[in-house]
């Protein structure tokens, strides 16, 4: 029997830092509902030019996972890729990764979970590991919004949640299981699928079709999101499945060392953290510096808890997300 635990983390933001201010200034919304709605001061945008995509903050933040892991990129036997905005629409930016890795021949495999994307790849890694079929798996999210936001007031209520940057983290196999990773639970419900989503282009309309009606109107590119009714949804799952992973774990909830949710909207975080009865300390939130980066979010997180001290060995970590799809899903590690 194996447990697959974490043994590198690494992250990657844009250096571009755009304020609540500078969103002022091309579309009508304030720095006061941002804030007061989803507590997002600032968030990073890739710089159209600067080297940056899907692939490439994913290459970055993965780098220094392995070498924090103590391993080489040829260390790796399987790589899993969480993204809702892949470099390009067929193939998946896995393959991306592995060739910029020169990692001859290893599997690559795109997970489209969107915001539980990197608890639906860790939760895959998981499995392979457990089985004996792979030791080492590099796990990425990354996203790269900004290139696809609608940047006016017609879409505020979208364009001003999402940022930019990757997260990745490198899992082995241990003997020992009583650590790593205890359980994960993933769960969807495919009615709500529009709720949030981007549904064009799509295979009943594709590219062509869409330049060829030229419809200004036409805002079927741009990511749709029922906000009410997702936040709804969200704060109820979340709870589920935090409850669901403490029961199989077999932990108290005053026993969570470290709760790092899925940075969809701090009011969200709160929701959770006070249904729980956590502490300021048992809640890991950087939504305020990044916004939303969905697949990217959990990894980036849990590598600045790392680095800041707030993981160690012993700590009990308990990740949760939820979004479209409506997917959601949870993972407890005993660090
Ligand atoms: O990551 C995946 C999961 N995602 C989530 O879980 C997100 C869940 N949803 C949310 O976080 C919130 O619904 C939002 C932050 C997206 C929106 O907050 P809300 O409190 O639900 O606002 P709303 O959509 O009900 O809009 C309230 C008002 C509307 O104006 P009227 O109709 O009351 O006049 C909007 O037009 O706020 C307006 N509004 C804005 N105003 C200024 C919407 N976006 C903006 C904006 N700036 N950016």
Same mark, same amino acid.
């Given at each position: 029997?194996?447990?697959s635990k974490i043994i590198g983390l690494?992250?990657?933001?844009?250096?571009?830092?755009?304020?609540? +201010?500078?969103?002022?200034?091309?579309?009508?919304?304030?720095?006061?509902?941002?804030?007061?709605?989803?507590?997002?001061?600032?968030?990073?945008?890739? =710089?159209?030019?600067?080297?940056? %995509?899907?692939?490439?903050?994913?290459?970055?933040?993965?780098?220094?996972?392995?070498?924090?892991?103590?391993? +080489?990129?040829?260390?790796?036997?399987?790589?899993?890729?969480?993204?809702?905005?892949?470099?390009? $629409?067929?193939?998946?930016?896995?393959?991306?990764? /592995?060739?910029? =890795?020169?990692?001859?021949? #290893?599997?690559?495999?795109?997970?489209?979970? /969107?915001? %539980?994307?990197?608890?639906?790849?860790?939760?895959?890694?998981?499995?392979?590991?457990?089985?004996?079929? $792979?030791?080492?798996?590099?796990?990425?999210?990354?996203?790269?919004?900004?290139?696809?936001?609608?940047? +006016? +007031?017609?879409?505020?209520?979208?364009?001003?949640?999402?940022?930019?940057?990757?997260?990745?983290a490198v899992l082995?196999?241990?003997?020992?299981?009583?650590?790593g990773?205890? #359980?994960?639970?993933?769960?969807?419900?495919?009615?709500?699928?529009?709720?949030?989503?981007?549904?064009?282009?799509? !295979?009943?309309?594709?590219?062509?079709?869409? =330049?060829? &009606?030229?419809?200004?109107?036409?805002? %079927?590119? $741009?990511?749709?999101?029922?906000?009410?009714?997702?936040?709804?949804?969200?704060?109820?799952?979340?709870?589920?499945?935090?409850?669901?992973?403490?029961?199989?774990?077999?932990?108290?909830?005053?026993?969570?060392?470290?709760?790092?949710?899925? /940075?969809?909207?701090?009011?969200?975080?709160?929701?959770?953290?006070?249904?729980?009865?956590?502490?300021? &300390?048992?809640? $890991?939130?950087?939504?305020?510096?990044?916004?939303? !980066?969905? &697949? &990217?979010?959990?990894?980036?997180?849990l590598?600045?808890?790392?680095?800041?001290?707030?993981?160690?060995?012993?700590?009990?970590?308990?990740?949760?997300?939820?979004?479209?799809?409506?997917?959601?899903?949870?993972?407890?590690i005993?660090w």
């Open positions: 029997m194996y447990n690494g992250k990657y933001l844009p250096e571009n830092v755009v304020t609540n +201010t500078d969103l002022e200034k091309i579309m009508e919304t304030s720095d006061a509902w941002i804030q007061e709605r989803t507590g997002i001061k600032e968030r990073r945008h890739i =710089l159209k030019g600067d080297g940056n %995509s899907t692939s490439v903050m994913g290459v970055k933040a993965a780098k220094i996972a392995i070498e924090r892991a103590g391993l +080489t990129p040829n260390d790796i036997d399987f790589i899993l890729f969480a993204t809702l905005s892949p470099d390009y $629409y067929f193939p998946g930016s896995g393959v991306l990764v /592995q060739e910029a =890795l020169a990692i001859p021949d #290893c599997p690559a495999m795109d997970i489209r979970m /969107q915001c %539980s994307g990197f608890v639906y790849a860790l939760a895959t890694a998981d499995q392979f590991i457990k089985t004996g079929m $792979y030791k080492n798996v590099l796990v990425i999210g990354s996203e790269y919004h900004s290139g696809g936001l609608d940047m +006016t +007031t017609r879409g505020r209520n979208i364009s001003v949640i999402f940022g930019d940057g990757a997260g990745a082995t196999r241990s003997e020992n299981t009583k650590e990773i205890l #359980c994960s639970h993933l769960h969807s419900e495919g009615k709500h699928a529009e709720e949030l989503s981007l549904i064009g282009p799509n !295979t009943g309309r594709w590219v062509p079709e869409i =330049l060829s &009606a030229n419809d200004p109107d036409d805002i %079927s590119y $741009y990511p749709y999101m029922n906000g009410q009714f997702v936040f709804k949804n969200a704060v109820v799952r979340f709870s589920e499945v935090i409850n669901k992973g403490l029961v199989t774990a077999g932990w108290k909830k005053e026993e969570i060392g470290m709760l790092i949710p899925h /940075q969809a909207n701090l009011r969200i975080a709160q929701f959770v953290q006070k249904k729980f009865g956590l502490s300021d &300390a048992q809640v $890991y939130n950087n939504i305020e510096r990044y916004g939303n !980066t969905t &697949a &990217a979010s959990i990894p980036i997180a590598t600045e808890a790392w680095e800041e001290g707030k993981v160690v060995q012993g700590t009990k970590v308990v990740l949760a997300a939820f979004g479209s799809g409506f997917t959601w899903g949870s993972v407890m005993q």
